[in-house]
Each structure stands twice: as C-alpha cells, then as structure tokens.
C-alpha cells in the first residue's frame, strides 16, 4: 500500500508559477509508474503528466513547455513545477502510483492540492 500526499497548491495571477510535492509513504517498487493528474469543475479528470514504469516522461499538450515533473531517486517524492500558469490551470491536483505502468492504470491516489489561478 502506498499512501501520497500533495502539498503546494494555492492562489496564483495568470503568468506565476507553482511547484507542487507529493510525498510518497509506504514500500514503492522500482518499476511503478507515477503521475500529476487535474480536474476542474464540471470536467473529466486528465492526466497532466506522468513518468512510466520505464522512466520515460511524457506531458499533456496543454502544459508542454510550461510543467515539469520529477522524482527523487529514492521515490518518496513527486514534483510538478508550474510556470507560465494560465487561468485554465485552475484545478485540483492529484499525485497517483500504480503497479504496473501507465496502461494499466493507477492504484494509489492522494486527495489533491487545490490550485487556482486568475487573471
């Protein structure tokens, strides 16, 4: 089992940045995937970006260019660095592990960070 918890989330203008965290409490395999998820309200949720089981990165189009995510190498810690943030960004963020990479879904999620940004 593993337990995540977001930090980070807030109020930003339209242009700020943000750097989101997700610790990572429990025992986490070597080959688990991870991910920066978002859903805003009245919308489906959707994957912002996310590292596979492999290593390989990859990142919605809608934030290609302006987030980056990383991980520690110990894998207790997921990060999503936020700039050039626009007032579609406003949403709540989950972090997410699962088992057996990304086409196989996720297992673990946390409870999200709320961010919002205004113009």
């Known amino acids: 089992q593993v337990h995540l918890v977001e930090s980070g989330g807030g109020s930003v203008q339209s242009g700020g940045s943000l750097r989101l965290s997700c610790a990572a409490f429990?025992?986490?395999?070597?080959?688990?995937?991870w991910g920066w998820f978002r859903q805003a309200p009245g919308k489906e949720r959707e994957r912002v970006a996310a590292?596979?089981?492999?290593?390989?990165?990859s990142y919605a189009d809608s934030v290609l260019g302006r987030f980056t995510m990383s991980q520690n190498n110990a894998k207790t810690a997921l990060y999503l660095q936020m700039d050039t943030l626009k007032p579609e960004d406003t949403a709540m963020y989950y972090c997410a592990a699962g088992r057996w990479g990304l086409k196989n879904g996720m297992h673990f999620w946390g409870k999200g960070t709320l961010v919002t940004v205004s113009s």
């Open positions: 590292i596979d089981s492999d290593g390989s990165t």
């Open positions: 429990g025992y986490t395999y070597s080959n688990y995937c």
